[in-house]
């Protein structure tokens, strides 16, 4: 396993993510203990030492079987992770009540990375809001030793990241971001991590794969990849992709069943970046993948001919990515930053908008397709 450094420590470069535990009878909230007990002890076996969890992964029961499974070892033998979970708004005034029952559930008596859970549009207000307390709280346990290294995970803009930097970034040892070679332009990551390492901030990865998307590429593609590297495995190309990234410290990866597992800490045997031919190949597939994305520049043009006020490019590109994910969390939880009157369901399909779109967009279809599949 190739192990990264860390200030003092030496972590394995590939982590357990317990997002996608193995389950029972499809049922996100029955994670299944024994094969999880299972897979933990081969990543243990096979060098893998950090273990991430949050509060409400499996309906709130992966720090309760994630603690289990792990009181069976030495507590010096892994690094465990968990984050306060301001994804929910209800529980900004509760950092207290909610840190000392993730230290009960997860049976330990100090988390060793901690980390502001989803910093996004939807709650950088209540995060700088000073009174909550959260961060006074958890830089206090860190004093204390119940939390040793402190970061933050993000989905939100890179706007949203800047603002979060600018108050507590000089206090933030990580940060956790999704990155994937799809996710390189489509989300912005590059520039994210050009922020991060400018702040000489160490980067997390979490979806590396997005989700197992990655995990297959359509036919022709994937044989242009096995030109490049014949014995290379596809899921094995995201990896490679982030060993060729900066800055990059911890790869999380949600595995859900012991081949995935096996899969994966055999291609973290060896470090193997790609050459410029290979990452101009992979980027083109990525680029191939998002044909069908509206191109919307963010011009705003269409903004000033809006009867309504939308935030068209903002809408655009959340409808982007719901309909490239096939739904998902992002896009709903951006839009609960956006007063109701400015969401796609406010447009009157006048196509004032599309009367001066540079890129011929047919904005108004857009902005009713973007209902129905918040709807549906």
């Known amino acids: 396993m190739i192990t990264k450094k860390f200030q003092n420590l030496e972590l394995s470069a590939l982590g357990l993510g317990s997002m996608r535990l193995p389950v029972i009878d499809y049922d996100d909230a029955r994670i299944d203990e024994e094969k999880t007990a299972e897979m933990v002890a081969y990543a243990m076996e096979h060098g893998i030492n950090y273990y991430d969890t949050a509060w409400g992964y499996h309906s709130g029961n992966s720090e309760t079987v994630m603690g289990k499974v792990l009181k069976n070892y030495p507590r010096n033998s892994y690094y465990l992770a968990s984050k306060f979970p301001g994804y929910d708004l209800s529980n900004m005034p509760k950092v207290e009540e909610i840190f000392e029952k993730q230290l009960k559930k997860c049976c330990v008596d100090y988390f060793d990375f901690y980390l502001f859970h989803n910093v996004c549009e939807m709650n ?28 933050f995970s993000a989905h939100g803009s890179l706007d949203v990241i800047k603002r979060f930097l600018d108050k507590y970034g000089e206090h933030m040892e990580f940060c956790q971001l999704q990155i994937n070679y799809i996710d390189w332009t489509f989300q912005n990551a ?40 014949p014995d290379e495995e596809i899921p094995a190309w995201a990896f490679r992709f982030l060993q060729s990234i900066p800055g990059v410290t911890m790869i999380l990866s949600g595995m859900s069943n012991y081949e995935q597992l096996q899969e994966n800490i055999k291609t973290f045997e060896t470090e193997k970046p790609l050459s410029k031919e290979e990452m101009e190949t992979l980027l083109k597939i990525a680029d191939n993948a998002l044909n069908g994305v509206l191109p919307c520049t963010a011009c705003h043009y269409c903004v000033s001919h809006c ?32 007063s109701e009157e400015k969401h796609p369901t406010a447009c009157i399909g006048c196509r004032s908008c599309e009367a001066v779109c540079p890129q011929q967009i047919k904005i108004s279809e857009a902005m009713t397709d973007f209902a129905l599949k918040l709807k549906g």
């Open 307 to 338: 009867p309504k006020g939308l935030d068209i490019p903002t809408l655009l590109e959340l409808y982007n990515e719901h309909s490239f994910t096939g739904g998902g969390f992002i896009a709903p939880m951006a839009l609960m930053a956006i």
């Open 124 to 151: 950088i207000d209540a995060y700088l809001d000073e009174k909550y307390g959260i961060f006074e709280y958890l830089i206090e346990q860190k004093k204390n030793g119940r939390i040793r290294h402190l970061g």
């Open 190 to 229: 590059k520039d994210k991590v050009d922020l991060l390492n400018k702040h000489q901030i160490p980067i997390w990865v979490m979806e590396p794969l997005r989700g197992g998307r990655l995990a297959k590429l359509p036919t022709a593609e994937e044989e242009k990849l096995k030109e490049l590297r």
